[in-house]
């Protein structure tokens, strides 16, 4: 038997084709590794659940494709939410490392029902814009709309 069998062919196994457990950079055969991908997707599928989950063979084999492809989906919003969690605590970090003298912490959380300084901005904002524009377009024709229907109508 040879000892540099395996530099010669890189392949760790004989039944198993090495495209399909590279390193995902790498680069692969082309057409006939497409091929044999598909020939494994089941093993690899069940692989990615078993290290993603911890799941077991008989549990993996319980499974509808149905339920894999919503454990697939939840696995995917879960993985961005956490990403976005991290990247918002990052700049929230980074944000108050680098304010200015004086300026307060920017929380990482707000309380529930409470605006964000950017929605609070937004609204002062819009609330401007419509005030200037009574001003310069009066709102006579909303009193009459009020006075046909018999409502009446509240001046602030």
């Not at 995902?24 to 093993?43: D, I, L, V």
């Not at 029902?113 to 200037?132: A, C, M, N, P």
Request: hydrophobic content about 30%.
């Amino acid at each position: 038997m040879r000892s540099d069998c395996y530099a010669i062919t890189n392949r760790p196994g004989f039944f198993i084709p090495p495209e399909l457990i590279r390193y995902k950079y790498f680069r692969t055969a082309g057409k006939q590794a497409k091929e044999e991908e598909k020939k494994f997707s089941r093993e690899k599928e069940l692989a990615f659940f078993i290290v993603e989950f911890g799941m077991s063979k008989k549990e993996y084999g319980e499974l509808t494709p149905t339920e894999r492809a919503f454990v697939y989906k939840a696995w995917e919003e879960k993985t961005v939410r956490d990403t976005t969690y991290i990247r918002d605590a990052v700049m929230n970090a980074e944000y108050n490392v680098n304010r200015k003298k004086g300026k307060k912490f920017r929380k990482l959380w707000n309380p529930v029902g409470s605006l964000t300084q950017t929605e609070k901005r937004t609204y002062e904002d819009t609330k401007k814009k419509i005030l200037d524009m009574e001003k310069e377009r009066p709102t006579n024709w909303v009193e009459k709309i009020y006075q046909v229907n018999g409502w009446k109508f509240k001046k602030k």
